[in-house]
């Protein structure tokens, strides 16, 4: 079971650090003078990363309204260096993390499922970070940092490699040398309320097109599925009948990825079409940086550009779009609720309050729900890498990735009864929008081995948002 538990280690990756995000905060990024995404950023964000130097391409700042700083620097290959600290100011701050902190430091390399390397404590990472400049005036700020970064090592199949006593085998790595100057940052709230004024927020777009500006008169966002995929399609109208329109994968996330040419309504494209019954001209090549994608909220903003062609090579002719940039907003998900029920001896149990967090148990992130109904308490306690389907609990938590269900008839006072027995399904795992549903059922006895008696859990039901 303990495999499956890991498959994939994009799971990990969606749930410990936000690289694939939906987070609600707007990141801004800053380029040298008469240079976009692509371009060098020289003394922006670098750093030497196994003893190869590390220059973004992209470099984004945001500063929270509780003071919390978040760097990322990304390089054109996939490689990104993500930086967390709380409580920002002029000073040296310890980013290594033990796994519920502010402060962290992560890099990724260039595989897209693989694991990221975190300064994780408990794995052997460390590191700092010193903010040299927070000039909150002309909100720039630069700095050093440095850190060792520790990850699960994986065989070629994706599957976590063990020792002998079944532990994950950890590797690291080491990013020194760090450096981000003059960065402008953006200050975003702590928590997006959205809406208000309950006013209903305009579409924002536009383009040059082999250098005339692009004005659409109307911009249309839809949100179709195709072959499962859930896409947002952006369709801009101008006065002259011109259009553009471009076609984002839901899953796609911030950060800066390559358009195809083409597309069966599932890939990442642009188009332009002129007004004179001309082809399609699709991206060939084509960029776009995702600054925000909150799929929440229902916002997306964005800067791209391409070169359009026609792809079958019916039409010769060749188009320039540059310097586009939008702001849409769509149909968001709304947030439900925590929810958790269950029976006790057939006796319902109905919590007054739920709570949901975060641990690492041995390098497993882990998933902890803590309910009270009255004077009684029930958690139910599993890996963060679970996935869809049913699973037998255990007793207790020894190597980080067993399931455990706890009974306490009294709270604080009664001695826990956990689950002998028991089956824990996974319904439902969102990982874009971090929601868990599942089923539940077990058998508690005293983990004491002292006393005889038996409850038997049934029909529990749960909803988790993972924080």
């Not at 060098?40 to 590390?54: D, L, R, S």
Request: net charge negative.
């Amino acid at each position: 079971m303990k495999n499956r538990y890991l498959i994939g280690g994009i799971l990990l990756l969606l749930l410990a650090f936000p690289f694939i995000s939906c987070e609600n905060e707007p990141l801004t990024g800053t380029f040298p003078e008469g240079q976009g995404p692509n371009g060098p950023a020289a003394g922006k964000f670098k750093a030497t990363v196994a003893g190869v130097e590390f220059t973004a391409d992209l470099a984004l700042a945001t500063l929270s309204e509780s003071r919390t700083l978040v760097l990322k620097g990304t390089k054109g290959n996939g490689e990104k260096i993500n930086l967390s600290v709380a409580d920002a100011a002029l000073g040296t701050f310890d980013i290594s993390w033990d796994g519920t902190s502010k402060n962290w430091g992560v890099y990724k390399d260039t595989k897209p499922t693989s694991l990221p390397y975190a300064s994780l404590i408990d794995g052997g990472g460390r590191g700092t970070l010193e903010i040299t400049l927070l000039d909150e005036e002309r909100k720039k700020v630069s700095g050093t940092f440095e850190f060792v970064g520790v990850r699960i090592k994986m065989d070629d199949a994706g599957n976590p490699i063990l020792d002998g006593n079944g532990a994950p085998v950890m590797e690291s790595i080491d990013i020194t040398s760090g450096s981000f100057t003059s960065l402008s940052y953006t200050i975003v709230e702590d928590e997006d309320e959205g809406g208000g004024d309950g006013d209903t927020p305009l579409n924002e777009f536009f383009a040059k097109v082999d250098g005339v500006g692009f004005i659409p008169e109307s911009i249309t966002v839809t949100e179709p599925i195709n072959a499962d995929v859930h896409m947002v399609k952006i369709e801009a109208l101008n006065a002259e009948n011109e259009f553009l329109r471009i076609d984002i994968p839901k899953a796609l996330g911030v950060g800066t990825f390559n358009m195809e040419n083409l597309s069966d309504g599932t890939k990442l494209i642009a188009l332009y079409r002129d007004n004179r019954g001309g082809e399609n001209l699709t991206s060939n090549p084509g960029k776009i940086t995702i600054t925000e994608f909150d799929l929440i909220h229902g916002v997306l903003k964005a800067t791209f550009q391409f070169t359009g062609k026609d792809p079958l090579g019916n039409d010769p002719r060749v188009v320039k779009v540059k310097e586009g940039n939008f702001t849409v907003y769509f149909e968001g998900v709304p947030q439900p609720e925590n929810l958790f029920t269950a029976n006790i001896d057939g006796n319902p149990y109905a919590p007054e309050t739920i709570e949901i967090s975060m641990t690492v148990v041995n390098q497993y992130p882990r998933v902890n729900i803590v309910t009270n109904d009255r004077d009684r308490r029930m958690t139910l306690s599993f890996p963060a890498t679970i996935t869809e389907g049913a699973f037998d609990m255990g007793e207790e938590v020894i190597l980080g990735n067993e399931i455990v269900g706890t009974y306490y008839p009294i709270d604080g006072v009664s001695i826990p009864y956990v689950s002998q027995t028991g089956t824990i399904e996974i319904t439902s795992y969102d990982y874009l929008t971090r929601i868990i549903e599942g089923t539940f059922s077990f058998t508690a006895v005293d983990a004491t081995g002292l006393h005889n008696g038996i409850y038997e859990i049934t029909s529990g039901e749960f909803l988790a948002i993972l924080p």
